[in-house]
DNA sequence: CCTGCTATTGCGAGTCATTTTCAACACCAG
DNA sequence: CTGGTGTTGAAAATGACTCGCAATAGCAGG
């Protein structure tokens, strides 16, 4: 089953409606991670009719429906994005000195839950790693 | 030396001035952490006259000098506050059933920082670490 | 196919934390 | 003291969303 079918069948099962819009939004997020503003303008750039509250909405539907989760790329809170699950589940280190954005795998969010549980008896059910730095571009440049 | 006195040293190693609002900010948020709003709160209760930019702005200011940390308090990024690192607590587990934001000490950070520069040559200079979930009286409420 | 109910949309307005503008002000080196 | 300039307060501006509401359009049932 492909992710738009997913999408379309969580939107059905919860009393949703398919809207062009929102066909539109799930096949362009299907593939790749967007933050909601350049979604929007790749979208409409495209041709595509669809207003940037309706592609916040759908963000926020999707995600209720468990098929996208929420991360920032950096951590002073730059830009929100969105990244569907069928792709692994990263993290995103940001460059500071060119902004490229390098996605990592780490079950550290898994390891951190272990210890807090274990040691202070803490259920952790959500998380959030971003880190920035300098990638190794922009590490030779500076010496 | 006292925090009060590397922040003023570093202020005014760089050409700042120690003013009057920068002096009770300093003094303020020496002891604890703070976001912004709440220590504008805590200084115009006691008597002090700072407007709140200038709050943002020293906070800031004390952040470029190296003497204070930005983090958020959960992974939606809700809450911005600085930490003086001065004090150990570094990051936050926030309850999502009490709002209770329990402090505590890993050297995650550290090891993912060592991961990523071993296994992809990254410079990490910063990063964020928020998780939420119940604490140990809201897991219990809900059994 | 119609139809009607109501979920959804578009657009403007509203939020809200944070930043910026700029004229008045106050540090502090000399 | 005093001038130069780093800082401040108040208000306006930002930026990234979020909301209100009238118009629109899915879609279940007939
Ligand atoms: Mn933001
Ligand atoms: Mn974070
Ligand atoms: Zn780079
Ligand atoms: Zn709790």
Chains 1, 2 share one sequence.
Not at 6 to 29: H, K, W
Not at 51 to 62: F, H, P
């Amino acid at each position: 089953m492909t992710f738009i079918e997913q999408a379309s069948d969580a939107i059905r099962d919860s009393g949703g409606r398919m809207t062009r819009q929102r066909r539109i939004i799930i096949e362009q997020i299907a593939g790749a991670q967007w933050d909601a503003e350049s979604l929007y303008a790749e979208l409409t750039a495209a041709g595509e009719e669809v207003s940037l509250a309706t592609v916040y909405r759908t963000l926020s539907v999707l995600e209720g429906a468990g098929l996208l989760q929420q991360r920032y790329l950096s951590p002073d809170h730059e830009r929100r994005v969105y990244v569907p699950l069928t792709t692994l589940q990263t993290h995103h280190f940001t460059c500071k000195g060119c902004g490229k954005v390098i996605p990592f795998e780490t079950d550290i969010v898994g390891r951190l839950s272990s210890e807090l549980a274990a040691g202070m008896g803490l259920q952790v059910t959500s998380g959030c790693i971003c880190v920035e730095g300098y990638c190794v571009d922009c590490q030779e440049e500076t010496t």
